[in-house]
Structure formats: structure tokens, C-alpha cells
């Protein structure tokens, strides 16, 4: 199997339920991180800053949707409502025989945008190592 380098080759590779469910992960993603582009990034879709920071990144998996990252900030932002669907380091899980929570979807992006804010802009390393003198 190929490996997708766009967005639509990897709803390609879906069913048309998959498609539409993953479809919407991605809008609610796309409505509130906002200032970001999207790429395929480890074979998913993913979302970068401007300054190349990870947002997010989503995919379909076998029995599952997952949502990237489950970041320490986020699961302190959300607490309790985020705990059944933390499944290992760094993952959100959603089963795809069930409804995908969109609102908790959106509260998790929206901590993650929040979280990157908090953090300064990130700069290229050549321009640090310019900015040192060895450059």
C-alpha cells in the first residue's frame, strides 16, 4: 500500500463512514486551530504552527480514532473528562463504533492551542546559531 502525501490520498484510503468521521475531527481541528497548515506527518494528517510547532495530528485506525497529543497541559486542562479516552503516552482514542466527541474534541484543541501560547515562539536553529556567531 502506498503511503498517502496528501491530506484527501489519506481520506482516500477510508470508508465512507471512517472518511466522515475523521473528516469532522479534522474541521473541528482546522475552526480552532486556525493560524496553522496541514501536512501528513507519520502518515496522518497533521497540523503545524507557523513556526513549524506540532499542534495535532489524527488518524483512523482498526477499532479506534485517535487524536495527538494527549500532553501532560491538556490532561490537566480537561481533567476527568478526558481520562476514558487517554489510551498510552501521548494518545487520545475514540472507538469508532461510537459517536466521536466533538465538543470534548474542541476543548482538547483549544488547551493545546492554549498551551503552545504559553510557550515563546520557536526560532530555526540556523538562526540561533547565526545569532551565536556560528552561523
Do not use: C, W
Not at 78 to 89: H, I, T
Request: no cysteine; proline share 7%; charged share 25%.
Amino acid at each position: 500500500m502506498t503511503k498517502p502525501t496528501t491530506i484527501e490520498a489519506y481520506l482516500d484510503t477510508l470508508s465512507p463512514e471512517r472518511r466522515t468521521a475523521i473528516e469532522a475531527i479534522g474541521e473541528v481541528i482546522r475552526s480552532v486551530a486556525t493560524d496553522t497548515t496541514e501536512s501528513i506527518s507519520y502518515d496522518m494528517p497533521a497540523f503545524r504552527t507557523s513556526d513549524g510547532r506540532f499542534v495535532a495530528s489524527y488518524g483512523a485506525f482498526k477499532r479506534h480514532d485517535s487524536l495527538f497529543p494527549a500532553s501532560a497541559a491538556v490532561i490537566a486542562a480537561l481533567g476527568d473528562d478526558v481520562l476514558p479516552y487517554v489510551a498510552g503516552r501521548g494518545t487520545f482514542q475514540f472507538p469508532a463504533d461510537q459517536p466521536r466527541p466533538l465538543a470534548l474534541i474542541r476543548r482538547i484543541v483549544q488547551a493545546r492551542v492554549a498551551e503552545l501560547a504559553a510557550e515563546p515562539p520557536r526560532t530555526s536553529r540556523r538562526s540561533n546559531r547565526s545569532a551565536a556567531g556560528r552561523g
